[in-house]
């Protein structure tokens, strides 16, 4: 809808925009009145039109004063549910295990014996880490009663995912994954599926997660950390209840409902109604003579036959003035706060006191009050109920919105958009791990059905699973909200790191032990040795924090064997780099027939070569989810034309210089003049004195575009309130980054790629132009490695500016699976026009779009017309008040990749651009799966001393289309959890793009599905994939996916009921279902 048009729903009363306006601030009064309702709030339009004024309200400071008439609920009663919980974070001021061991573990114990006294009693629980490590150490009699507590509907799984992920980092192969893992393990021990999500703690909310909650059978939702000016509007025009629709949604398929909590906190002095003072007397845990005691100096009264009159008509007050910011006359209470109910004396304070006032509300008729404890499902199926429809459809009247909810402030300009940068080494670790995870299921799918094919399974190591499942632990573990958002506590960071990092090496395994299985030519030599294993694996770590270190293959009089494996499922035409001890090499197909490869030097730093190793890079053909077998040749044909050459210019500084031995290298004391890369695609201009990026051209264009990078340094304020592990505080604009002195510049230039390596004291950048056919050679690779680790109190980010005329706006991902447009609005801080960056960013005007793709999660924004800039990392001494305690001190040398796509738009127009939805190129998609899942080259270990014959494993028949990617093929597992059983779950994922980018000659080795059915694997199986209707652009992001049991063709739902599974039998999937 249009921005100047009243983008929510007001109550569908007397006045068409307001109900009852006598309770609402003047403000909020006055745009209703001048507003026609609307039933399809858009965020992007309500940040438009809301003045963020933070007047103060009173009690409710953040919010207005509340009235209503007695009589209100006279003829229809108020029903209230008050839902215990304890919110339990996986890691944050202690570790996993440590928070389990003191608290956790209690709070559950408690829960079995305390619920078991009182039918009546209710509680939910969220976190499926805690609770399967708890399940594994409880008696049967316990489980058996955990299951008689769900089964009479007393305690409720909500959401059931590993954790509670956060939604601005985490990615959403992650973010799926720790929900299947959640759901899986929930219907095997309990025989349960979530039906309502519960997310009160990540720090703003993506519209990933709703598409994701939904496809899984929920049909309810709740969240709570919204900015506080979005609550209140929503409040005052009783929209705090809707349906979320995606943006690319054409119906409401995609449609699931949703409960936004209006207050502050979701602690008990926000959670009973608007004034903390009265809220904070009826959380018993603060009864006179305990630990924790009320800031307001009101404490709690136990409820006594003389006090419950009064008690109970002050909480009822409250329950009414919560009530009347929302549509309906069923009232939800949380009761709860984090790691509550972990002594069985708290249980008995509030299970004990609610109940007393619930008796005495529910024994007056004249009060029209119905309280009870309730579970999160009972309440949104009281209110399905009272607005008489079935759970998932929308009530009548109600807004269906759509769109996102970062950035969140809790409280004055306090913007919690630092903690998209926060350690940003882990963040990165994440994705590597991600993506190996995700490559060793594949991998480990198609051996395992290999062999059972070959009925050589016996042989084969099943013990993998068990690696594979505590892998999907870990990675599901830190997609938790203080994890990989890095805002736990220096020793958690280091217990994450530890576990992502074991669960790295063993992923390793799983691939180097099924690519050996799937190259042999005869499976029949297959044997496995754990002590000593058949391939290597490409790299090492030698600590949780360490960088990666490359493994150097040794050359001798024999042939060695390289076995790389393509995690994608389109054939890449790609560079494979490698490391050799020596520059006498060449390579040679697994047919014997030689390759082009480059010969470049490794560089220890910007002046000193690693002696006696070089980089090897191969240009290989890559099979759709294959592997290739390569040969390297000591030999000492053919130098001359496969070396790089490499000018390195010292800027006047006098340093000593160590040159490689056999590949050129030409030193010059001064600064370079302006020079230029160029493939046949792309011409990169640098400036010779900063050696930074000046300019883009594309071939065929006469001009070029500005495009211009530089490094800044935002510091922090001076006032008590500075920036930290969670918030962005700047004092004032970036100011350009001053090295004490000027950077080398090392260009190197070579057949398959030329680049350019910068170094300043703080930061690395090599800018990489690949000059080889098909999609690596359209964008420039850019790596940044980071170390300000002397800093303090400075955050450094990385900027482009361009001629580009976006004006104010600009566009950022969702979890890496959709787009959201931002607008710069100058109303707002600095720091609340930084958003979430887990895989890309574009800006764009009508003739050009430039992208910037990211291999790992960092905040962006575009601050002026024509901008974009990325923060890198972030040093702070101090905390900011949030609760960690701690400032962000434990820095580490972090690389962070990137790709940048520069695009013409050929049918492009004004209308379009307007809407509140766009999509990736076709290219960037691509693009953004070649910088996330590179190829892994495994060398053959130097012990073998006869190789077996060795066979290249091309699993598919044919590419897939461009748009289609296999999200996983994951095993399910077996009775026994650490081996898996006979299916598999198959993801895909149809991607939505933009047509209007120009996608001619773009070397693409595969097409677009067009909308009809596919023939997926090859010459052992068929399966077909269906498509939805609609056109290929634009459409939306789509999943399609089919369910099949052995030796049946009827479709079942596993676990997350709507991501769709598919059986695995030597390649063979059954074909069974449609489409969604």
Known sequence: MAPGCCPLRAAQVSSPCLHKTASLPWGARDRAQTCSPASHPQMLAVYSLLPFDNQDGGVWKQGFDITYEPNEWDTEPLQVFVVPHSHNDPGWIKTFDKYYYDQTQHILNSMVLKMQEDPRRRFIWSEISFFSKWWDNISAQKRAAVRRLVGNGQL?????????????????????????????????????????????????????????????????????????????????????????????????????????????????????????????????????????????????????????????????DQYRKKSKLYRSKVLLVPLGDDFRYDKPQEWDAQFLNYQ???????????????????????????????????????????????????????????????????????????????????????????????????????????????????????????????????????????????????????????????????????????????????????????????????????????????????????????????????????????????????????????????????????????PALGLRVLQLHRSSEGLAALRSSTRLYLNGRDLPVRKPEAVPLHVFPAAANDFCLENQHLQACFSGHSGLLQSLRRAGEEQGHRVSSEFLVYGTRTSKDKSGAYLFLPDGEAKPYAPKNPPVVR????????????????????????????????????????????????????????????????????????????????????????????????????????????????????????????????????DDNRGLGQGLKDNKRTCNRFRLLLERRTTANKVQDERPISFPSLLSHITSMHLNAEALVMPVALEKPVLPVLRSFVPLATTLPCDFHILNLRMLQAEDDSLPSTEAALILHRKGFDCSLEAKNLGFNCTTSQGKHQHLLGPHGNCHVPHPPGVVCGEGEEWSGWAAQEQHQHCRRVGTAALWWAWTAGIRLAEAAAAF
Request: hydrophobic letters at 40%; glycine letters at 4%; charged letters at 20%.
């Open 156 to 316: 409720e799984m909500v959401t059931g995912g590993w954790v509670m992920p956060d939604e601005a980092n985490s990615h959403y192969f992650a973010m799926i994954d720790q929900l299947i893992e959640g759901h899986q393990w929930l219907e095997k021990n309990i025989g349960v599926t979530p039906r309502s999500g519960w997310a009160v703690d990540p720090f703003g909310y993506s519209s990933t997660m709703p598409y994701l909650l939904k496809r899984s059978n929920l049909t309810a939702m709740l969240i709570q950390r919204v900015h506080y000016a979005i609550k209140k509007h929503f409040a005052a025009t009783q929209n705090l209840e809707f349906m979320w629709r995606q943006t690319w949604d054409p119906d409401s398929s995609t449609d699931i409902f949703c409960h936004m909590m209006p207050f502050y906190s979701y602690d008990v002095p926000h959670t009973c109604g608007p004034d903390p003072k009265i809220c904070c007397q009826f959380d018993f845990k603060r009864l006179p003579g305990g630990r924790i005691n009320c800031p307001w100096k009101v404490p709690p009264r136990a409820i006594t036959d003389a006090n419950v009159a009064e008690r109970a008509q002050l909480l009822l």
């Open 747 to 878: 260009v190197t230039e070579g057949p398959l790629f030329s680049e350019v390596a910068t170094y300043y004291q703080h930061v690395q950048t090599t800018v990489r132009l690949y000059n080889v056919p098909g999609v690596e050679g359209l964008s420039l690779d850019v790596s940044c490695l980071v170390d300000i680790r002397d800093h303090i109190n400075k955050e450094l980010a990385l900027r482009f500016s361009t001629d580009i005329e976006s004006d104010n706006t600009f566009f950022t991902d969702l979890n890496g699976f959709q787009i959201q447009p931002r607008r710069y609005q100058r109303k707002l801080p600095l720091q609340a026009n930084f958003y979430p960056m887990p895989a890309m960013a574009y800006i764009q005007d009508m003739q050009s779009r430039l992208t910037l793709l990211t291999a790992q999660a960092l905040g962006v924004s575009s601050l002026s017309s024509g901008q974009l800039e990325v923060i890198l990392d972030r040093r702070l001494m101090q």
């Open 356 to 622: 007393r006032i619930f008796d005495f509300l529910n024994s007056r008729p004249d009060l029209h009050v119905q309280a009870q404890f309730g579970t999160l499902s009972d309440y949104f199926d009281a209110l399905y109920k009272k607005v008489g429809i079935v759970p998932g459809m929308r009530p009548p009247g109600f807004p269906v919105l759509t769109g996102d909810f970062f950035s969140y402030a809790d409280r004055e300009d306090h913007y919690w958009t630092g903690y998209y940068t926060s350690r940003p080494f882990y963040k990165s670790l994440d994705r590597v791990l991600e993506a190996h995870l995700r490559g060793a299921e594949i991998l480990y799918s198609l051996a395992l059905a290999h062999a059972r094919r070959a009925s050589a399974d016996g042989r084969y190591p099943l013990s993998d699973y068990a690696l594979l499942s505590n892998a999907r632990r870990n990675l599901g573990l830190f997609q938790h909200h203080d994890a990989i958002a890095g805002t736990a506590k220096e020793a958690v960071a280091v217990d994450y790191g530890v576990r992502l990092l074991h669960s790295l090496t063993n992923l390793k395994r799983v691939i180097t032990n099924a690519a050996h299985y799937l190259v042999l030519g005869d499976k029949d030599t297959y044997h496995h040795d754990p002590a000593a294993p058949f391939l290597s694996t490409d790299d090492t770590r030698p600590s949780q924090d360490s960088l990666p270190e490359k493994t150097v293959v040794r050359l001798d009089t024999s042939p060695r064997f390289l076995v790389v494996f393509n995690p994608l499922e389109q054939e890449r035409l790609s560079v494979v780099p490698v490391l050799v001890d020596s520059p006498h090499v060449h390579v040679l197909s697994e047919e014997g027939q030689p390759l082009p490869f480059q010969l470049s030097a490794t560089w220890s730093s910007a002046t000193e070569v690693v002696p006696d190793i070089y980089q090897v890079s191969v240009l290989a053909r890559l």
